[in-house]
């Protein structure tokens, strides 16, 4: 391909720039080596054309010994007596305190913190202060008063779209992870939820290509949908 362009007369230069596009799928840009600099220098391109590239070599190397990492995230542990794989539980607990946490500092980008204050007014929210500006940060039960069904109907009922899918799409997922009588569709589907909500900041071209070994090396991971990692 390089020597192809070359043939054609492009530039060295030329032809980093076309390399570094390539890096992300058509219609994306990429993300900078050095968030300070927006503008890549010729030496960033060169550090961001080499990560991509040894991240995609790494993603091949798996996939020949049968761990498709271009599938799912994660490698499942095997269990050293019946060497079959299972999942640890994660203790989502934990994790639905620092969504709490991330969400009261201003969470996803598309959230308006102040209808959750609106939603204080309205009784049938349950929501309370304490629940709202996290004064009991180890409490779960304020997290989960935070994304309750009275939050997300609340939501629902004043139109506030993206407050009430982020609400609903927290809640079903710790559905999914911590209550009895859903089916084994539903957690899946609330799980997915979740995941997808995640990806559409990590990897946004993800509903048209889902492919994990497209992910970009430069994306920043510690604030993904405005929650730590």
Not at 161 to 171: D, G, H, I, P, Y
Request: charged share 25%; proline share 5%.
């Amino acid at each position: 391909m390089i020597y192809s362009w070359k043939l054609a007369g492009a530039d060295t230069n030329d032809i980093i720039d076309r390399l570094r596009v390539q890096c992300v799928p058509s219609g994306y840009i990429p993300k900078p080596w050095n968030s300070n600099r927006p503008v890549e220098t010729y030496s960033d391109k060169l550090r961001s054309i080499l990560a991509q590239s040894e991240y995609s070599h790494q993603i091949c190397q798996y996939t020949m010994k049968g761990v498709p990492f271009s599938t799912y995230m994660y490698v499942p542990e095997v269990h050293p007596i019946t060497d079959s794989e299972y999942h640890e539980r994660e203790d989502n607990a934990h994790v639905l305190k620092r969504i709490a946490t991330a969400t009261r500092s201003g969470g996803p980008a598309q959230l308006q913190l102040e209808r959750f204050v609106k939603a204080l007014d309205d009784p049938t929210s349950g929501l309370t202060y304490p629940a709202l500006t996290g004064q009991r940060k180890q409490s779960v039960q304020d997290a989960e008063r935070l994304f309750s069904e009275g939050v997300a109907k609340y939501m629902e009922r004043n139109d506030y779209t993206s407050e009430a899918k982020f609400v609903r799409t927290v809640l079903n997922w710790r559905r999914a992870s911590d209550e009895r009588g859903l089916t084994e569709l539903e957690r899946c589907r609330y799980n997915y939820n979740m995941l997808n909500f995640l990806l559409d900041d990590l990897m946004p071209w993800h509903r048209d290509n889902y492919d994990f070994s497209t992910l970009e090396v430069n994306r920043d991971t510690t604030a993904i949908q405005g929650m730590t990692q």
